[in-house]
T-cell receptor, first 111, second 117 residues
Framework: QQPVQSPQAVILREGEDAVINCSSS?????VHWYRQKHGEAPVFLMI?????EQKGHEKISASFNEKKQQSSLYLTASQLSYSGTYFC????????????FGTGTRLKVLA | DAGVIQSPRHEVTEMGQEVTLRCKPI?????LFWYRQTMMRGLELLIY????????DSGMPEDRFSAKMPNASFSTLKIQPSEPRDSAVYFC???????????????FGPGTRLTVL
C-alpha cells in the first residue's frame, strides 16, 4: 500500500516554511526522504528510524512517529533550490531490502 | 565515482518491439533496484536484486517484463513486446546493504525515458 503524502503540492515564497506529511496504513520501521528536481533522478535527503528520531539536512529536518505511522518533513526558511518533488520511502520491517515510495509532494519556491 | 549509469537515456520505439534498458550500479554496492515512474502511478518498484539474485519481482507488471543481473556490475530490464502504456521513465538504483540491518540510502541513475508509439 503506497504511503499518502500531503499536501499534494505547495507554493512558497523564499524564506517561508513548509511541512510535508507522509502517512502509511502499515506499521513502519524506517522512513526515508528523497527530493527529485524536474527531469532528474531522486536524491536521498535523510533516513529516520523508529523511536521518533529527528534528523536534519541543511535547513530541512524530519520527524517519525511510529505509533501514528507517520513522518513529517520540515523545510525552514525555504530557498529556491528546495523546489522539486519530495517523496517519502517507507520500510515496513527491519531487514527488508525495499521500501515503498509515497505519492509525492510538489514544492515550488518563488523568489 | 561515476554513480549509477543507465543507457540509453532516451528510447523511442514502436509498439511490439523489444526494448532493453541497461544499468551499471555503483561499484561495491550489493543491491540493485528497477523503478518505473509515471504521472499516474508515481514511483513504482519493479524488481530488486541482492548480490545479483532477484529477491522480489512482485512489482513487475506482467510477463512482458523481465530483468537479469548476470554479474555485480550489470543489469538489464527487457520489455517484449512493448506497448504504449509502458511509456515511462525507468530508473535504476543501487545501494550497499551493509550489516546494520537498516535500509540504506539508494543512489539513482539518471533514468531512461521510454516512449512506445
Amino acid at each position: 500500500q503506497q504511503p499518502v503524502q500531503s499536501p499534494q503540492a505547495v507554493i512558497l515564497r523564499e524564506g517561508e516554511d513548509a511541512v510535508i506529511n507522509c502517512s502509511s496504513s502499515k506499521a513502519l520501521y524506517s522512513v526515508h526522504w528523497y527530493r527529485q528536481k524536474h527531469g532528474e533522478a531522486p536524491v536521498f535527503l535523510m533516513i529516520l528510524l523508529k523511536g521518533g528520531e529527528q534528523k536534519g539536512h541543511e535547513k530541512i529536518s524530519a520527524s517519525f512517529n511510529e505509533k501514528k505511522q507517520q513522518s513529517s518533513l520540515y523545510l525552514t526558511a525555504s530557498q529556491l533550490s528546495y523546489s522539486g518533488t519530495y517523496f517519502c520511502g517507507t520500510g515496513p520491517t527491519s531487514g527488508t531490502y525495499k521500501y515503498i515510495f509515497g505519492t509525492g509532494t510538489r514544492l515550488k519556491v518563488l523568489a | 565515482d561515476a554513480g549509477v549509469i543507465q543507457s540509453p537515456r532516451h528510447e523511442v520505439t514502436e509498439m511490439g518491439q523489444e526494448v532493453t534498458l541497461r544499468c551499471k550500479p555503483i561499484s561495491g554496492h550489493n543491491s540493485l533496484f528497477w523503478y518505473r515512474q509515471t504521472m499516474m502511478r508515481g514511483l513504482e518498484l519493479l524488481i530488486y536484486f541482492n548480490n545479483n539474485v532477484p529477491i522480489d519481482d512482485s512489482g513487475m507488471p506482467e510477463d512482458r517484463f523481465s530483468a537479469k543481473m548476470p554479474n555485480a556490475s550489470f543489469s538489464t530490464l527487457k520489455i517484449q513486446p512493448s506497448e504504449p502504456r509502458d511509456s515511462a521513465v525507468y530508473f535504476c538504483a543501487s545501494s550497499n546493504r551493509g550489516t546494520s540491518g537498516n535500509l540504506p540510502e539508494q543512489f539513482f541513475g539518471p533514468g531512461t525515458r521510454l516512449t512506445v508509439l
